[in-house]
């Protein structure tokens, strides 16, 4: 099950607070799901982590504007497909098993990947705002400075296999291979790794 990390930080308190909350929730309907619960426990763990997902978004989505991000429309977008998405998720759970499968994907795809991929965006944006702000208030034509920075992504993202207490230290871009589909094995259990 995934954790909260702080590599997932996008520097703003009340969103980060949120993230960790939706880790959580997930969490717990995890949990809920590994103890045999009923269809009925497991819709009403979804049911509250879509109504918190529906707060967060407007929470995310109100920050947003009020940095001027250029690409609010598209992230509002995003976050309509992802309510939408739990939506139907919601209605037509009808197994655990089907629950646990999907359980995979609202975590690694809509929450961590999610965070980022998007969220990083708007904080890259307003880091680069700030750089902006600090460096106009030299004597200097800022109209010149060209603003770059590095990608804010983490280095290493921790995986686990069949083995037990075993950890993958996996590359960043290895992640992302296996988030669009690529299965990798440890060496010595043959198990397909998976997010920690």
């Known amino acids: 099950m995934i954790k909260w990390a702080k590599e997932y930080s996008v520097h703003n308190k009340t969103i980060d607070e949120q993230h960790k909350a939706l880790f959580d929730i ?5 949990l809920i799901a590994e103890n045999h619960a009923s269809i009925s426990e497991i819709k009403s763990v979804l049911s509250e982590l879509f109504e918190y997902v529906k707060t967060h978004f407007k929470d995310e989505e109100a920050y947003m504007e009020s940095i001027a991000y250029p690409d609010l429309e598209h992230h509002k977008k995003i976050h309509q497909e992802i309510t939408s998405s739990l939506v139907t998720l919601v209605k037509n759970i009808k197994t655990v098993n089907e629950f646990k499968a999907q359980l ?19 904080y890259k944006y307003e880091k680069q705002k700030q750089l902006q702000a600090k460096e106009s208030t030299f004597e ?5 400075v060209e603003c770059t920075f590095e990608e804010i992504t983490p280095k290493y993202i921790i995986y686990v296999c069949g083995c037990l207490n075993e950890k993958h230290k996996i590359p ?6 296996i988030l669009d589909g690529a299965k990798y094995n440890c060496k010595v259990c043959k198990k397909t790794i998976r997010i920690a």
């Open 172 to 177: 960043h871009r290895v992640h992302l291979q």
């Open 26 to 30: 997930a969490k717990k309907a995890y």
């Open 104 to 122: 995979n994907i609202i975590t690694e795809k809509w929450l961590l990947e999610h965070i980022l991929k998007e969220d990083m965006k708007y």
């Open 140 to 144: 200097e034509d800022t109209s010149a």
